[in-house]
Nanobody, 122 residues
Framework: QAQLVESGGGSVQAGGSLRLSCAASESTYSIGYMGWFRQAPGKERERVAT???????SYAYSVKGRFTISQDNAKNTLYLQMNSLKPEDTAMYYC????????????????WGQGTQVTVSS
């Protein structure tokens, strides 16, 4: 099974930045399509951003212009650069991967990281 290990979460004041990382145990070309999801207490898990093997990206409306998803295939690592953070961004963030883009898109990916907490204070 592919393993995903996340890092980079923490606490930051509104307007600040964080960079999340997700290291994969094997090549991103083999592990499939990847993305970031988040879940706050009392809310449904939501898709934040996805990226295809070829580098095509998609973002939730709420984070467009503020977050950037990228991948370093040489390092087998996925990133999420988070700028202009808002208290509404507070959530547990998960990276996910699946060989089938449709399953990743709907949040039913085969592989998930352990999650990293992001807390944004006002």
């Amino acid at each position: 099974q592919a393993q995903l290990v996340e890092s980079g979460g923490g606490s930051v004041q509104a307007g600040g930045s964080l960079r999340l990382s997700c290291a994969a145990s094997e090549s991103t070309y083999s592990i499939g399509y990847m993305g970031w999801f988040r879940q706050a207490p009392g809310k449904e898990r939501e898709r934040v951003a996805t990226i295809t093997i070829g580098g095509t990206t998609s973002y939730a409306y709420s984070v467009k212009g503020r977050f950037t998803i990228s991948q370093d295939n040489a390092k087998n690592t996925l990133y999420l650069q988070m700028n202009s953070l808002k208290p509404e961004d507070t959530a547990m963030y998960y990276c996910a991967a699946d060989r089938r883009f449709e399953r990743l898109w709907v949040g039913h990916a085969d592989y998930w990281g352990q999650g990293t907490q992001v807390t944004v204070s006002s």
